[in-house]
Nanobody
Framework: VQLQACGGGLVEAGGSLRLSCAAS????????MGWFRQAPGKEREFVAV????????AYVDSVKGRFTISRDNAKNTVYLQMNKLKPEDTAIYYC???????????????????WGQGTQVTVSS
C-alpha cells in the first residue's frame, strides 16, 4: 500500500486545515487508518485513528474536540480536519495504515504496517 499525504501549510493560530491521505495499491477498505505527527526535537506521536468500518475513532487528548478523522472508502482517502489550531500543533503529519484490526484494537495503529510521507503543518502565533 502506498500512502500520499497532502494538505499541510502555514496557518495562523485559531485557523483550520484539512489533511488528506490517498491510498493506492491495496484494499483500502480493509485497513484501519491513522494520523501521527512529529514536532522538531520530539518523537513521533499518535494523533488519531479510524477503524476500517469508519464506525470507531480515537484521538490523543490534546486534539480532542478540535480534530476530526474521517474516511471515504470510495475514494481510498482518509482525512484529518484540524480546527482551532495552536502553535503546539506545528509538526510534520504522517498517515499510516494497518490491516486486520477489529474495532477493539484501534490503538494497535501505533504499530502500523505502512507509512506515508509527511506533510508539514506550521501554526503561527
Amino acid at each position: 500500500v502506498q500512502l500520499q499525504a497532502c494538505g499541510g501549510g502555514l496557518v495562523e493560530a485559531g485557523g483550520s486545515l484539512r489533511l488528506s491521505c490517498a491510498a493506492s495499491g491495496g484494499a483500502f477498505r480493509t485497513y484501519t487508518m491513522g494520523w501521527f505527527r512529529q514536532a522538531p526535537g520530539k518523537e513521533r506521536e499518535f494523533v488519531a485513528v479510524i477503524h476500517r468500518s469508519a464506525g470507531n475513532t480515537a484521538y490523543v487528548d490534546s486534539v480532542k474536540g478540535r480534530f476530526t478523522i474521517s474516511r471515504d472508502n470510495a475514494k481510498n482517502t482518509v482525512y484529518l480536519q484540524m480546527n482551532k489550531l495552536k502553535p503546539e500543533d506545528t509538526a510534520i503529519y504522517y498517515c499510516a495504515a494497518r490491516g486486520g484490526l477489529i474495532a477493539s484494537q484501534l490503538l494497535d495503529i501505533k504499530t502500523p504496517h505502512y507509512w506515508g510521507q509527511g506533510t508539514q503543518v506550521t501554526v503561527s502565533s
